[in-house]
């Protein structure tokens, strides 16, 4: 039996979902304290800006620019020390901010958008997203970790933003990212999708939950379908990964192999649970369903997850 290590797409799976397309050389080894003062110093240094969930992006002949220089950047309050150095690209050093005017104050022509309408109108191409998903993740850690969990003393901003450092105890801390096991279970004929509480009318998607400390992937996705909808899973195949900043998590996409069809559905998490033939869904896909119902955005890796069992047949 022969076995090619490398037998697999030359553009895995995960490269088409929402927030992938980073082409930022992050330079990791290369982030010195001053990283952030030295690269806008720079004159091609270019600035995403973000306020409370929200980009503020340029709009430029009905097209809309994420990118701000640092000198036109300060007519929005930007807080120069409490940003990020994402890393560099081919124009130069690529930031992140977090600004202080709030979006009724903006001018005209700049208009503050969440990220997720960011991502699912397409405002921006693939590597502004992903710098997007980078950046906005590592700003909300950094607000949510301003104090030492150690001491309770208030820690600085190092290494252009990829660690905090405690003054007082001397503990460093490093940005985190939460791991999330969505899972498709699935057989040749139907899989099976919930709807949780908060869903859009009519979305049913694939099933999801946080992987906890001291679980592999297999087991959270083997957990999380048991415990939400009552179904045993047998083998468990990856498929794909997402960077998903809200706050900063990373959505592990896998298929299941269901061991029963009883649903038991916790409907203290989802709102209905069920069986879907493939052609019912590949009618979901498509936006054409009889009932209405739908599946997630194309940028969303439940989409693809959905969209590669409906075409393996």
């Known amino acids: 039996m022969s076995f090619r290590l490398f037998d697999a797409p030359l553009r895995e799976p995960s490269q088409f979902v929402g927030f992938a397309g980073n082409r930022i050389d992050r330079q990791s080894e290369n982030r010195a304290d001053d990283a952030v003062e030295k690269a806008l110093a720079d004159g091609t240094a270019r600035l995403m800006l973000m306020h409370a969930g929200r980009l503020y992006l340029k709009l430029d002949d009905e097209a809309f620019d994420p990118w701000f220089k640092a000198d036109e950047s300060q007519a929005f309050e930007v807080s120069l020390g409490q940003g990020v150095l994402l890393g560099f690209s081919e124009e130069g050093p690529v930031l992140a901010m977090p600004a202080g005017v709030e979006p009724e104050k903006l001018p005209e022509t700049v208009k503050a958008i969440d990220y997720r309408s960011v991502y699912m109108q397409g405002l921006v191409d693939e590597a502004a997203a992903g710098a997007l998903a980078q950046g ?96 045993r899973l047998g083998r468990v195949v990856y498929h794909a990964s997402q960077p998903w900043p809200f706050p900063y998590s990373l959505m592990i996409g896998c298929f299941g192999e269901p061991l029963n069809e009883d649903i038991q559905a916790d409907l203290n998490e989802l709102e209905d649970c069920r069986w879907f033939f493939r052609e019912e869904v590949r009618t979901m896909l498509d936006r054409t369903h009889a009932g209405g119902l739908i599946t997630p955005p194309k940028g969303a890796i439940a989409h693809h997850l959905i969209r590669a069992w409906v075409d393996s047949e």
Do not use: Q
């Open 136 to 231: 906005a993740a590592l700003l909300a850690w950094h607000a949510s970790h301003a104090f030492c969990s150690k001491c309770g003393n208030r820690s600085e901003m190092r290494a252009g933003g990829y660690r905090r450092h405690c003054p007082s105890c001397g503990t460093d801390h490093f940005p985190r990212t939460d791991p999330v096991a969505i899972m498709l279970t699935a057989t040749r004929e139907k899989c099976l999708l919930g709807r949780g509480r908060h869903f859009a009318p009519g979305m049913y998607s694939a099933l999801a939950g946080f992987i906890e400390p001291g679980e592999t992937i297999e087991a959270a996705v083997r957990r999380e379908t048991l415990e939400e909808a009552g179904i």
